[in-house]
T-cell receptor, first 117, second 110 residues
Framework: NAGVTQTPKFRILKIGQSMTLQCTQDMNHNYMYWYRQDPGMGLKLIYYSVGAGITDKGEVPNGYNVSRSTTEDFPLRLELAAPSQTSVYFC????????????????FGNGTRLTVT | QQQVKQSPQSLIVQKGGISIINCAYENTAFDYFPWYQQFPGKGPALLIAIRPDVSEKKEGRFTISFNKSAKQFSLHIMDSQPGDSATYFCAAGPARQLTFGSGTQLTVLP
């Protein structure tokens, strides 16, 4: 199993550009998440999904959009990039048949480092 | 916004020493308290987790101590090794939507 795969690893955007961060998992996990990590700020939840066709906002959703058309893929869309979106973005997944259990760890990808200038 | 406060921000320990990282939470409804370990260039990975019905959980050199009345929990790393040098995040919440602490960068000197 490859686990959670994120692409690209690095990206530089100009203000106002748009892009999609890709995330795919091969573990048949129904829960998927997008976090951003800023220095000294920990991980902030952007969006999450409990299954195909179902998404919900996290703590910091403004400026982002997601979709979940398949169990495997959970892309994150930035429509009008702003300098405040410079961050490291992590996608994660977890199994949770019948509800996420306490012993269902989050499996993280290795992140996408995004710079908006 | 529910917060999880983590301290210290950074920690330097000699090899063989004990590393202690503390976290405090606000929401008494939280029922899952994991610790994640992150190495440079990698995503976080689950290290150890505890439920609020126990006061301590130990896995090898890693121990979580949990104080429900004080709404605090801590990670103890016994016999710290240079390979333990990483960033550690506490988290709390329902398992489906965790709130993470700000992280502690641990350096273990050889």
């Amino acid at each position: 199993n490859a686990g959670v795969t994120q692409t690209p690893k690095f990206r530089i955007l100009k203000i106002g550009q748009s892009m999609t961060l890709q995330c795919t998992q091969d573990m048949n996990h129904n829960y998927m998440y997008w976090y951003r990590q800023d220095p000294g700020m920990g991980l902030k939840l952007i969006y999450y999904s409990v299954g195909a066709g179902i998404t919900d906002k996290g703590e910091v959703p403004n400026g982002y959009n997601v979709s979940r058309s398949t169990t495997e893929d959970f892309p994150l869309r930035l429509e009008l990039a702003a300098p405040s979106q410079t961050s490291v973005y992590f996608c994660a997944s977890a199994t949770g048949t019948g509800g996420l259990r306490y012993n269902s760890p989050l499996h993280f990808g290795n992140g996408t480092r995004l710079t908006v200038t | 916004q529910q917060q999880v406060k983590q301290s210290p921000q950074s920690l330097i320990v000699q090899k063989g020493g004990i590393s202690i990282i503390n976290c405090a939470y606000e929401n008494t409804a939280f029922d899952y308290f994991p610790w994640y370990q992150q190495f440079p260039g990698k995503g976080p990975a689950l290290l150890i987790a505890i439920r609020p019905d126990v006061s301590e959980k130990k896995e090898g050199r890693f121990t979580i101590s949990f104080n429900k009345s004080a709404k605090q929990f801590s990670l103890h790393i016994m016999d710290s090794q240079p390979g333990d040098s990483a960033t550690y995040f506490c988290a709390a919440g329902p398992a489906r939507q965790l709130t993470f602490g700000s992280g502690t960068q641990l350096t273990v000197l050889p």
